[in-house]
């Protein structure tokens, strides 16, 4: 799947197969009308894909075309659009959605000092599930790429520029962003920071790829989000870190997501942080729901829920550690380069990490079958979620040897 971005003028830290036509019914021929998406309505695509309209950027438009890939196209306003774009290459295009805004915000994450008061310990998160019963085998994500779809990694930090792959920046469409961030720059380190420093990264021999959407401030647009992971996918990815989040309704992303099952991807996400379940009141994607999603809670040193961390029964699969996370930051933020952070987009990377892990150790292994390993392994608590329990990497080793002998 090719991906792109051109046009006329141009996250938290907190899913199968998709319908084959979405509003073009088998006797309305297809119409520059009719292709355009509104999820501020219930859609006959999705009925349950709804959303206000409040972050729509009305001159910015994410493209599904028949081939299957994405772009994204600018206009001066929708009906210019459909006369100057859409109607020319109607036949080729399966749906056009608005592009719309995504924004870290206070309930994404928070940086806290790393020295004085009551922290927890450096390596408290790594302890409880059981990391090092993983690295005293050798199992260390050998051979196996993550991308890091978020704001900039710090491709310069001391334990991180030997464990990066190239990537890209869709903000401004060059290698390396100009200004990394801390945001993605920690979920880096818990990923896969190299060994012998401050973090340690849960799968050290694993790569990572930063591919950012969202800029030095982390504020990006969903259809560069589309862009990146399909970049990631087309690039060696097999595991995408997506610790963002509060987006619409998008059936642009859900359909994206779905097609990254296809070529043996798969996609962990960050439950978000507004201390709510989601299938009530759901935020994106982490309600997607997808066969190769697995979206994240976050625990506490005291191996329960966080109190900012939203769940469900059925939309949140597992928790992992999220509360105090110590890792890497950029040294340009005037600190040491290390830091505590909380979020659900700390949480989602000891996932990230643990699937970088097990498909190291089995690379035959399909997204649902890494997903159901860790599934089956969890450590059973009262968190509310799926599996109502936590990751355990000891027993997630354990059932991948099982599931892929």
């Not at 088998?26 to 309209?53: F, H, L, R």
């Not at 990694?153 to 401004?172: A, C, E, I, R, S």
Request: proline content about 5%; some cysteine; charged content about 15%.
């Amino acid at each position: 799947m090719d991906v792109k971005r051109s046009g006329t003028l141009l996250a938290l830290t907190l899913t199968t197969t998709f319908f084959a036509t979405v509003l073009v019914g088998c006797d309305q021929p297809k119409s520059a009308n009719n292709v355009v998406q509104d999820t501020s309505q219930k859609s006959s695509g999705d009925p349950n894909c709804t959303s206000t309209a409040a972050s729509a950027i009305p001159t910015s438009f994410i493209v599904e075309w028949e081939d299957g890939h994405f772009s994204v196209e600018k206009s001066e306003n929708l009906e210019l659009f459909k006369k100057k774009f859409i109607t020319p290459k109607l036949a080729d295009i399966h749906k056009v959605e608005f592009d719309r805004t995504i924004k870290l915000d206070d309930r994404n994450y928070r940086i806290e000092a790393a020295t004085g008061g009551t922290q927890p310990p450096t390596d408290w998160g790594q302890s409880l599930i059981r990391a090092s019963s993983a690295w005293t085998q050798g199992i260390k994500g050998s051979g196996v790429t993550v991308a890091i779809v978020d704001t900039p990694v710090d491709y310069t930090h001391p334990q991180l520029k030997n464990q990066m792959v190239p990537g890209w920046d869709f903000v401004d469409n060059i290698p390396v962003a100009k200004a990394p961030h801390a945001h993605a720059t920690h979920i880096a380190g818990v990923i896969g920071g190299e060994e012998g420093g401050a973090v340690l990264g849960l799968a050290p021999q694993a790569k990572m790829m930063g591919v950012s959407f969202m800029d030095s401030t982390g504020s990006g647009n969903l259809g560069d989000a589309i862009l990146a992971m399909n970049y990631a996918a087309d690039h060696g990815a097999k595991i995408i870190n997506n610790s963002w989040g509060g987006s619409a309704c998008s059936l642009s992303m859900k359909s994206a997501m779905q097609a990254l099952n296809d070529k043996g991807v798969l996609l962990l996400v960050a439950a978000g942080n507004d201390g709510v379940d989601i299938e009530f009141t759901p935020t994106y994607p982490a309600a997607f729901n997808l066969p190769n999603q697995i979206t994240v809670a976050a625990g506490n040193m005291y191996d329960t829920l966080a109190g900012f961390s939203n769940d469900s029964y059925k939309l949140v699969h597992l928790a992992a550690p999220g509360d105090g996370i110590y890792s890497s930051v950029p040294v340009s933020l005037g600190t040491s380069g290390y830091a505590y952070m909380s979020g659900t987009s700390m949480a989602t990377p000891f996932i990230s990490g643990a699937a970088a892990l097990l498909l190291g150790l089995r690379p035959s292994a399909t997204p649902a079958q890494i997903k159901q390993a860790l599934f089956n392994s969890v450590d059973t608590k009262s968190y509310r979620v799926l599996t109502q329990g936590r990751l355990n990497i000891d027993k997630a080793i354990t059932e991948i040897k099982k599931l892929v002998p």
